[in-house]
Structure formats: C-alpha cells, structure tokens
Nanobody, 124 residues
Framework: VQLQASGGGFVQAGGSLRLSCVIS????????IGWFRQAPGKEREGVSC????????SYVDSVKGRFTASKDNAKNTAYLEMTSLEVEDTAVYYC??????????????????WGQGTQVTVSR
C-alpha cells in the first residue's frame, strides 16, 4: 500500500486549502484514514481520523469547525478540506492508513502506512 499526499502550499491566514491522499496497492474501503501534522520542534499530532466506513470522523479540538475530512472509496482518495486557516496550522501534513476500523488517531503505532507529507504554510 502506498499513499501520496498533495495539495499543500502557501496561504494567508483565513484562507483555504484542500489536501488529497491517493491510495494505491489496495482498496481504500478497508482502511481507516488519518491526517496528521508535525510542526518544527513539535511532536506529530493527529488532526482528523476517519473510520473505514467513513461514518465516524474525529477531529482535534483546534481544527473543529474549520477542517473537514472525507474519503471517496470509488476514487481511492481521502481529502482534508481546511478553511479559516491560522498561522498555528503551519506544519507538514501527512496522511496515513491502517486496518483499524475505528476513527481514533492514537496511538500512532496503529497506522501502518504513511504518505510522504505535504507542507502547509499559513502567513499572517
């Protein structure tokens, strides 16, 4: 299973970006999908995680109401729609997949497959 994340970029505070994560080598339908981020000097944190069914999605408190995660099994692609971006959202964003079933982002060791990361930079 390989994951390819894209969609990062440079945006002003208040702007929007949509990240995509294309999964190859297996069907997305069996996988929970997680979005994680890591800012310089900080630990990697779970941003949003979606159950394999797509019906249950968790969000870290700091992005609730601003970020929306989804997965399109037919396209084998997961998305993270980010709006009202804040400077504090600046980080490298990673997608991950795991045969977990549920929507918990932790522990990170549960996630067996990781994408390469895409940089999101939000300026004032």
């Amino acid at each position: 299973v390989q994951l390819q994340a894209s969609g990062g970029g440079f945006v002003q505070a208040g702007g929007s970006l949509r990240l995509s994560c294309v999964i190859s080598g297996d069907s997305l339908v069996d996988y929970s999908i997680g979005w994680f981020r890591q800012a310089p000097g900080k630990e990697r944190e779970g941003v949003s995680c979606t159950s394999s069914s797509g019906f249950t999605i968790s969000y870290v408190d700091s992005v609730k109401g601003r970020f929306t995660a989804s997965k399109d099994n037919a396209k084998n692609t997961a998305y993270l729609e980010m709006t009202s971006l804040e400077v504090e959202d600046t980080a490298v964003y990673y997608c991950a997949a795991g045969l977990l079933g549920g929507s918990s982002c932790t522990p990170l060791s549960w996630w067996s497959h990781w994408g390469q990361g895409t940089q999101v930079t939000v300026s004032r």
